[in-house]
Each structure stands twice: as structure tokens, then as C-alpha cells.
């Protein structure tokens, strides 16, 4: 079976600006989190939807939200870029319960200039 | 929030010699997971673990839970240069994180032929 999508796969952009990233998860899988990877501070938890519900949220500022659509598809935007927002951000999706691990998509690599 | 410390931070082997990577929790956790992460890619799924005591093989990986379910190790024996990566734990507090995965700092692996 397919596995997770994630789009586009690199991406610059300017301070300020905004960017969209999308997710498609494992077909059958309701569960969507998204993950900041950074070498610095390595993989932080951003968000987790459920049935197009937010379920859980790490410790970001307003500027990172997201949402879930109903054929579980996500997307997550950062608004007001700034320099530190540049990152690998890692979708994962699993089914209801994490027990069969969860599954990741390669990543967009946001580049801030 | 829960965390788990990884030890050690890099590993330097010669292909052939055996390797360890350690997490560990001050409190007790409900259930460790197990990812690797190559050069360049993305975390994939390695294994669960939820008894106390708990030993996985999956060919030359061993893993373990901890009695007090405090700590877990992933041991590689006769490491082989396809073993390079970084190897993350990571753990899912219990009650309402759903989806959210608490990862160690991770352990990166390099293999010398």
C-alpha cells in the first residue's frame, strides 16, 4: 500500500512570509501528527488530528496550526515565517491506536531566508 | 511532560563489532517504540514494546523493556554498514497524548568497513 505523502518535499521561503505543507496519510489511518525535526533541538511534537479533530498539541507559538479533512488528508501552516522555523517537518500517520507504530512520510524541507 | 534521555549521543564502530543505544525515564512508561533513521531520510518504525521485561529479536536486533519499565535498549550485533543511521526511542505518555510521541535525542550510528 501506498505510503505517507507529504508535499512539496523542499520548500524556501522569505521571513514573514506564510507556507503550507500537506499530508496524505496511509489509506485507513484517522490519526495524523506532525513533527519539527531540527539538529539542534531534534524531533518535537507539533500536533496530532484525529477525525478531523485536534486531539493534542505540543509546545509551538499560534503561528503553527493545522487541520485534518475528512478523507484524513492534513495540512499544517506556519504563518509570520521566521528564521528558526527552518526545518524537516515530518508527518506520521497510525491508525486509532499508536500500538502498530506509526507510519512516516519523507518530510518538507523548509528552508527560511 | 515525559521525557526519556538516550545514551550514547554518537557510536563509532568497525563493521562487525556490536552496538548498544540506551533510553531512559525517571518514571515509568506505558510503552517504548523503537525507530531508525537513515542519512537523509525518515524515521521508520522499528518495534513496540509494553511487559515489563519484554526481549524482541528481529535478526541481529535485540530489544529490551526494562523490569521496572523505567529503561529499554536496542542492541545490534555484528553491525553492518546498512546499520547506519540515527536510532531513536520514543514513548507516548499515557491518558490524553494521543499521537504524541515523546523521541529521545537519538543515538547516530556510523559504521567503518
Known amino acids: 500500500k501506498a505510503g505517507v505523502t507529504q508535499t512539496p518535499r523542499y520548500l524556501i521561503k522569505t521571513r514573514g512570509q506564510q507556507v503550507t505543507l500537506s499530508c496524505s496519510p496511509i489509506?485507513?489511518?484517522?490519526?495524523v501528527s506532525w513533527y519539527q525535526q531540527t539538529p539542534g533541538q531534534g524531533l518535537q511534537f507539533l500536533f496530532e488530528y484525529f477525525s478531523e479533530t485536534q486531539r493534542n498539541k505540543g509546545n509551538f507559538p499560534g503561528r503553527f496550526s493545522g487541520r485534518q479533512f475528512s478523507n484524513s488528508r492534513s495540512e499544517m501552516n506556519v504563518s509570520t515565517l521566521e528564521l528558526g522555523d527552518s526545518a524537516l517537518y515530518l508527518c506520521a500517520s497510525t491508525t486509532e491506536y499508536s500500538n502498530y507504530g506509526y507510519t512516516f512520510g519523507s518530510g518538507t524541507r523548509l528552508t527560511v531566508v | 511532560g515525559q521525557q526519556v534521555m538516550q545514551i550514547p549521543q554518537y557510536q563509532h564502530v568497525q563493521e562487525g563489532e556490536d552496538f548498544t543505544t540506551y533510553c531512559n525515564s525517571s518514571?515509568?512508561?506505558?510503552?517504548i517504540q523503537w525507530y531508525k533513521q537513515r542519512p537523509g531520510g525518515h524515521p521508520v518504525f522499528l518495534i513496540q514494546?509494553?511487559?515489563?521485561?519484554e526481549v524482541k529479536k528481529q535478526k541481529r536486533l535485540t530489544f529490551q523493556f526494562g523490569e521496572a519499565k523505567k529503561n529499554s535498549s536496542l542492541h545490534i550485533t555484528a553491525t553492518q554498514t546498512t546499520d547506519v543511521g540515527t536510532y531513536f526511542c520514543a514513548v507516548i505518555a499515557g491518558g490524553t497524548s494521543y499521537g504524541k510521541l515523546t523521541f529521545g535525542q537519538g543515538t547516530i550510528l556510523t559504521v567503518h568497513p
Open positions: 489509506s485507513g489511518h484517522r490519526s
Open positions: 518514571t515509568t512508561l506505558s510503552n
Open positions: 514494546l509494553v511487559k515489563s521485561g
